[in-house]
């Protein structure tokens, strides 16, 4: 409201944020979602609920169990129906999954399929998408593919790409033939 003249910096801010921005995939008829970086939390929408019902948070939404991973930098839908959460637990570069076809068993054991990877490296994950049977995470300053293996490690991760990272959460655009995406360094495919 004319606090501060156009143009002109204040005072005491410096550095960059990022600005926050949500991931957004859907699982089954449901949507999922997390806010990024403010609020870091994976939350669930049904239709079933109704128009004027708000999403909620894994953690507590209709019984689901507490052990949702959080905070989180996003999330996504596996091409198995897989739920990812990317950044998982504060950890930058950590990929976990919960079990299949579930939203509320994210606990490893014997009888699910739920797990964790820690990507190498050093850069901080940006994006995740699900693609023609794999999936593709991108980091800053990498690109890797996620892919169903089944057995005691469930997906396995392969480095495609070094210095080729994503600038941007939203800087990257599904396609028939793969992915586009926006890089430091100029585009990639």
Not at 74 to 82: D, H, L, M, W
Not at 129 to 149: H, K, N, P
Request: proline share 4%.
């Amino acid at each position: 409201t004319g606090a501060v003249t156009y143009g002109v910096g204040q005072q005491g801010i410096t550095g960059r944020f990022d600005a926050d921005i949500w991931h957004l995939d859907t699982f089954g008829s449901g949507l999922l979602g997390c806010m990024q970086p403010s609020d870091n939390v994976m939350y669930v929408w049904k239709p079933e609920w109704g128009g004027d019902t708000p999403a909620e948070a894994i953690t507590i939404a209709n019984g689901y169990t507490e052990d949702a991973p959080t905070p989180n930098r996003g999330v996504f839908v596996t091409p198995e129906r897989f739920t990812v959460a990317l950044g998982a637990d504060g950890d930058t570069r950590q990929v976990a999954w919960s079990d299949r076809e579930t939203i509320d068993v994210w606990t490893p054991t014997l009888d699910n399929e739920a797990g964790f990877f820690v990507l190498e490296g050093s850069g901080r994950i940006m994006r995740g998408m699900r693609g023609r049977g794999e999936s593709v995470i991108w980091t800053d300053t990498d690109c890797w593919v996620m892919t169903y293996i089944a057995g005691a490690y469930v997906y396995g991760f392969e480095k495609r790409g070094t210095n080729c990272g994503l600038i941007s959460p939203l800087g990257v655009a599904g396609i028939d033939s793969g992915f586009i995406w926006w890089s430091q360094r100029g585009f990639y495919v």
